[in-house]
């Protein structure tokens, strides 16, 4: 069951945010939510991850509603580089524990033009 | 965050054959994921290995078809079996990261079966 609801694809031009949202309406209080991307032909690659605050780290930020509902992950400076699928995810438990498990949807297609 | 290796980056078998699959981690861990991702679509998990039992596999996956051995707390290995052209997709372990990391995943390795 999909627990989380991306756009399809997005385009952003090189040098402007990339503002890529989520829904998540049925999360529950204890779960987190999850970004990564997955640059062709690779493994996914962690980006950020938060519970109800803002977060932000050197590739992005996160912003998450207040209701917890829905989220936006912001690429600031998008290049080229950063074209992928972006995955939302949502998660039981910061790390470890018993609910491990990534369930991985079918994420956005974000295209970085020149 | 660790840092996972895992061979062969990518191989062509023949159908009926098997292929074994190795994800070396450079830390020690206590569980390895093994996921698939068939062509154009995300990822799916096969199964979680602890080290010391066996591994749990998800719905749709059996151990006779995919094997796994974990033999200690950096290495695991996961065997195709029987290959059939269906089999055909890229095959990723994954470890957890730790608290702030995420979960990271090996380069995956690419299996075509004809």
Not at chain 1, 33 to 38: C, E, G, I, N, S
Request: charged share 15%.
């Amino acid at each position: 069951d999909a627990k989380t609801t991306q756009p399809t694809s997005m385009d952003c031009a090189e040098g402007r945010a990339a503002n890529l949202p989520c829904n998540h309406s049925t999360i529950s209080g204890n779960e987190y939510v999850y970004w990564y991307r997955q640059i062709h032909s690779q493994g996914p690659q962690y980006i950020i991850h938060g519970l109800k605050n803002n977060e932000t780290n050197e590739m992005a930020s996160l912003i998450i509603t207040e209701d917890r509902k829905s989220s936006t992950l912001i690429l600031p400076h998008a290049t080229l580089r950063d074209t992928a699928v972006y995955y939302c995810i949502v998660r039981v438990a910061e790390s470890g524990g018993s609910n491990y498990k990534l369930t991985f949807g079918k994420g956005t297609l974000l295209t970085v033009n020149p | 965050s660790a840092v996972i290796s895992q061979k062969p980056s990518r191989d062509i078998c023949q159908r009926g054959t098997s292929l074994t699959i190795q994800c070396q981690v450079d830390s020690q861990v206590t569980m390895m994921f093994w996921y698939r991702q068939q062509p154009g679509q995300s990822l799916t998990l096969i199964a979680t290995a602890n080290q010391g039992s066996e591994a749990t596999y998800e719905s749709g996956f059996v151990i006779d078809k995919f094997p796994i051995s974990r033999p200690n707390l950096t290495f695991s290995t996961l065997t195709v079996s029987n290959m059939s052209p269906e089999d055909s997709s890229i095959y990723l372990c994954s470890v957890d990261g730790g608290r702030g990391y995420g979960y990271t995943f090996g380069s995956g390795t690419r299996l075509t079966v004809v």
